[in-house]
């Protein structure tokens, strides 16, 4: 054996195992976060939770993990052809990126219904997407063995952050509505079946897309017990998350703890070292990468709200247009991740 080259390999003593906490540790205090959120919401904190402090994690998330998650796309998208961040083929396809927000943002002004409804159809499809490449990459969906499975995998999780509001808080859900459509009618737009009724629907869709999944997933019980076993036990606490924390908060802690969390650890665990260990420098290299965009997206969200509220509005008015202005940015965002997912062979079992 070579001794120099032993004696050159970094010692086991002292080496922190970024990728066990930040792709397994963080994740599993979120989840335990939003245990205690549950655990007050069932002894009945829920409901004394006053509106500003349940706008909090969104008021958060515009600089801590929301916002960033999504501005590392120039990141990736330079990742993915292989090119400098300033290079001309990166610039124009974030330049059509910026095109892409601009239509949407359009597109409330013309049709503010139907874009709130593509706005909870995308993330319901974007936040399901999310999970299964975690469960893909951070080496948990073994189960998830066919498309199918993947499939089922990404429409029950997405369903439970759009779904589950609708069924355990249907007046924050319209409230929240009436938020992001407001700026753009005078008269707020009926739902066409009504929220009671939406609200039905949601909870039979939603019960039915999660018993999918448990049969879908149900034969590997014996060969891959552990990563059905965890995937239940997200599934159940989310569902419990979100039947007992009142919906804006609880969308917000999961919109930060949950989603960004795990897509910034993608973004850092996969910098294009090819098998090594991530470091504790990518990490925050993601978060310096993601400042530029960060600070042109909420200029361009202060300014979207200026121009639509004026002055004297309230935390709610503010989270209407912040959530405008992420719908804008959504769209663009999963293509870049469809891209991505692509690459990480995340649809191909």
Same mark, same amino acid.
């Given at each position: 054996m070579d001794v120099a080259s032993e004696s050159s390999r970094p010692s086991a003593v002292g080496r922190v195992n970024v990728d066990g906490i930040v792709g397994m540790w963080i994740p599993l205090a979120s989840l335990w976060a939003m245990v205690g959120l549950t655990a007050s919401g069932l002894f009945g904190g829920g409901g004394t939770i006053p509106m500003w402090v349940q706008l909090i994690p969104f008021a958060l998330s515009a600089v801590f993990l929301g916002m960033p998650h999504g501005a590392l796309d120039g990141v990736v998208v330079a990742r993915l052809v292989g090119q400098p961040f300033l290079s001309g083929r990166v610039l124009g396809l974030l330049t059509a990126y910026l095109g892409v927000s601009v239509l949407v943002v359009g597109g409330w002004s013309v049709a503010p219904l139907v874009a709130f409804a593509l706005f909870i159809g995308i993330t319901w499809f974007h936040w399901g997407q999310g999970d299964l490449a975690h469960m893909i990459i951070a080496g948990d969906g073994a189960h998830l063995d066919t498309r199918f499975r993947r499939i089922t995998a990404?429409?029950?999780?997405?369903? !439970?952050?759009?779904?589950?509001?609708?069924?355990?808080?249907?007046?924050? $859900?319209?409230?929240?509505?009436?938020?992001?459509? /407001?700026?753009?009618?005078?008269?707020?737009?009926?739902?066409?079946?009504?929220?009671?009724?939406? /609200?039905?629907?949601?909870?039979? /869709? !939603?019960?039915?897309?999660?018993? !999918?999944?448990?049969?879908?997933?149900?034969?590997?019980?014996?060969?891959?017990?552990?990563?059905?076993?965890?995937?239940?036990l997200e599934l159940g606490t989310l569902v419990a998350f979100f039947a007992t924390v009142p919906a804006i908060l609880a969308v917000g802690v999961y919109f930060c703890l949950w989603h960004s969390v795990r897509h910034i650890y993608r973004v850092a665990a996969g910098g294009g070292r090819s098998g090594e260990p991530t470091r504790w420098a990518d990490i925050g290299r993601t978060f310096i990468d993601s400042a530029p965009l960060t600070i042109l997206a909420l200029?361009?969200?202060?300014?979207?709200? $200026?121009?639509?509220?004026?002055q004297g509005a309230s935390g709610l008015d503010w989270l209407g247009i912040y959530l405008v202005a992420i719908s804008a940015l959504t769209v663009p965002h999963v293509l870049v991740i469809l891209w991505l997912d692509r690459l990480e062979s995340v649809w191909t079992p």
């Open positions: 990404l429409f029950a999780r997405g369903a !439970l952050p759009m779904l589950a509001p609708m069924v355990w808080f249907p007046e924050e $859900y319209q409230a929240t509505f009436a938020a992001c459509v /407001s700026p753009f009618v005078e008269t707020l737009p009926s739902v066409g079946i009504g929220w009671e009724t939406a /609200s039905v629907v949601a909870g039979v /869709s !939603l019960s039915g897309l999660i018993a !999918l999944h448990i049969v879908a997933v149900a034969p590997h019980v014996m060969t891959h017990g552990r990563e059905v076993a965890t995937d239940l200029a361009l969200c202060g300014l979207l709200g $200026y121009l639509a509220l004026g």
